[in-house]
């Protein structure tokens, strides 16, 4: 590869990598800010979210977008605040262009006057494609530290 193509490639990859990590810094703000419609909207309309902490897959978007909300107002009135902080996120390019990641997410959480302290451990294994010029989750899977893996 000339290195005219070789940096032209590097470019586009590092610029492919900074979108992906501002898509989840702004899909995270949006779960842990309740702003819902915004975080439904960081899925496809045909997603599957499953995790080993549910019964079942939860299946489309309006589906994330009613669990969240039931989610958010059940924290809301035990007055505690969860910051969800990504971290060691991997990126495989898939051959049909989606790209297939892999990171740790911890939850952090803080009751009313009190101290922020560690709530969950996950690993979080998404598939995200573009959509209308920018990312959504067409399949997500949460495995909880502490719970079994998935039958």
């Known amino acids: 590869m000339s290195t005219a193509l070789h940096t032209t490639a590097t ?8 979108s992906l990590l501002d898509f989840y810094a ?3 703000h949006a779960a842990d800010g309740d702003d819902v419609d915004t975080y439904a909207g960081t899925f ?4 599957v979210f499953r995790s ?18 039931r989610q958010g107002d059940a924290r809301r009135a035990a007055g505690v605040v969860r910051r969800h902080l990504l971290t060691s996120l991997a ?5 049909d ?5 892999r990171g740790y997410v ?3 959480e803080t009751a009313r006057e009190g101290a922020p302290q ?19 989750v067409r399949r997500r899977d949460v495995l909880r530290d502490d719970l079994p893996p998935s039958a």
Not at 11 to 18: E, K, M, N
Not at 52 to 69: C, M, S, W, Y
Not at 97 to 101: D, K, N, P, R, S
């Open 91 to 95: 990126v495989t390019e898939l051959a």
């Open 118 to 136: 560690a709530y969950l451990s996950t690993v979080m294994e998404d598939e995200v494609v573009v959509v209308d010029g920018g990312w959504r």
């Open 106 to 108: 911890l939850l952090v």
């Open 44 to 47: 496809t309309e045909d997603t």
């Open 52 to 69: 080993n902490a549910l019964p079942g897959p939860v299946q489309g978007r309006e589906k994330i977008r009613e669990a969240t909300r």
């Open 11 to 18: 470019a586009t990859a590092a610029a492919r990598r900074r």
């Open 26 to 28: 702004r899909q995270m």
């Open 97 to 101: 262009g989606a790209l297939a990641t």
